[in-house]
């Protein structure tokens, strides 16, 4: 079946409900294990396997990953990632003397070792394996959720097709690093009614607790929050590859690029680096602002953006003895602040959110520099017209800088975050996809406002506009390949 027919028939099976998950019809057995695919075996994808390996609501029957299995990714250190399989499977050996492991064989290894030694009396196949996704929503007859730990622009083709083939979906960030593909990924899950959940909502619990202080008047009516990061921690290239190295063996490019126009294969590209381009990642923001403002977006009830405005940095080179600045809308710049501003709300007034990487932060507020101190690398603030208060970048350990405070520090305010029960029909976790408009519109417009060298666009969401720069409105989807169109 190629990729057209297998598309349009998924679609055809939810328009005519001949494909519907026993969970949404009510009949999921709350004793039962719960089973997943873990689509995207690279590094993240491993490393968070192995917690769901020790979780016994849950049994993982698949992987799947365009590569087969190899030593070539690029991770946070050169022997940490090993080392953890290593434990969690209890062979302190394992692929000893190799360098950074990943690929579905890698995750199938994972998989049947682990429940070898830890269900031995479990009665379990072993895991299957796949290069495409699509293959295994068509085999995988019994399955009943998938978890998608792809690159960026893989998230909403696959989390699509899966919630049309009546699978529940857990997914890591973004939700799409295109705001039209946001839509589509929002409204299928509104349709299907499958359970879902995005991972980094799980985060940021902390924030409730400076929200509580703020309706409490500490720091009068709030007008800004700053949050910044010392992302991207990846090497982010100023310019396209020129070289055409060969497709490394078992790695399917095709497979990788999904939807994404043809190109040549170059490692630039791929695994933890397909960060930094616009076409395969979502930037800094996207990488680390879901965990920390998914909270902030909840608790003080925000919708899309109105305006966002951006300053990127920039790079520069030398041609023929003369220094010219490489125009670039093809990667994220090496640092960058954001302004999103949001609109008046119920009690809320309009406030500004700013976002902050590459080593960028706000300006040190006078009641740090009467401490002679400064801020940390990474952290949030919040900014009333009476008082701030400082935080972790997460929203932890607020600190009241300025204001009147009226007693005791509340506690942080926990939310279901369970997707387990959910998936089996519990009530909906506070990530689930349909709370997740807002948050993505935002990032992927700030990523529009970069790539165009810092543009101020206005925002209609209601029209899906950007009112003041029509011709913006290309970077809100992306060129399709032939088959993969959305």
Known sequence: MNRRNFLKTAGASVATLSVVSKHVLGQTDPGAKLTVAVIGCGTQGLREMIHMLEMPEVQIVAVCDPNKDSDDYVDWSRDGLRKSIA??????????????????????????????????????KKCAKYADFRELLEKEKGLDAVKIMTPDHLHAPIAIAAMKAGKHVLMHKPLANRLKEVRLVIETARQTKVATHFIPASAGADVSVSTQLIRDGVIGNLREIHNWSNRPVWPQYATLPTETPPVPKDFDWDLWLGPSLDRPYHPNYTHAVFRGWYEFGGGAIA??????????????????PILVESTPSHVCTLKDKV???????????????????????????????FWYDGGMRPRTPEELEKE?????????????????????????????????????????????????????GGEPTTGNFLLAGPISEAFNLGAVSLRLG????????????????????????????KGWEM
Request: proline share 4%.
């Open 372 to 424: 002679n101190a400064e801020l940390s690398p990474e952290g949030m603030m919040f900014v009333g017209d009476k008082g701030k208060i400082l935080a972790g970048f997460l929203g932890q350990n607020p600190r009241i800088l300025s204001g009147e405070k009226k007693g005791d520090m509340p506690v942080a305010k926990q939310v279901n975050v369970d997707w387990v029960k959910a998936f089996k």
């Open 87 to 124: 434990n969690a499977i209890g062979n302190p050996e394992w692929r000893s003397g190799q360098a950074i492991p990943g690929g579905r064989d890698v995750g199938a290894e994972m998989v049947d070792m682990y429940y070898a030694r830890k269900r031995a009396a479990d009665k379990f």
């Open 287 to 304: 990488d680390m602002g879901h965990y920390s403002l998914w909270r902030v977006f909840s608790e003080f009830d925000l919708d899309a």
């Open 323 to 353: 220094s010219v600045k490489i125009k670039n809308d093809y990667s994220f710049p090496m640092a960058s602040t954001i302004r999103f501003k949001f609109a008046a709300k119920g009690g809320r007034s309009a406030l500004d959110l």
């Open 454 to 481: 810092g543009k101020r666009l206005l925002w209609d969401s209601a029209s899906m506009k950007i009112v003041n720069l029509p011709e913006a409105d290309k970077y809100l989807t992306r060129e399709y390949r």
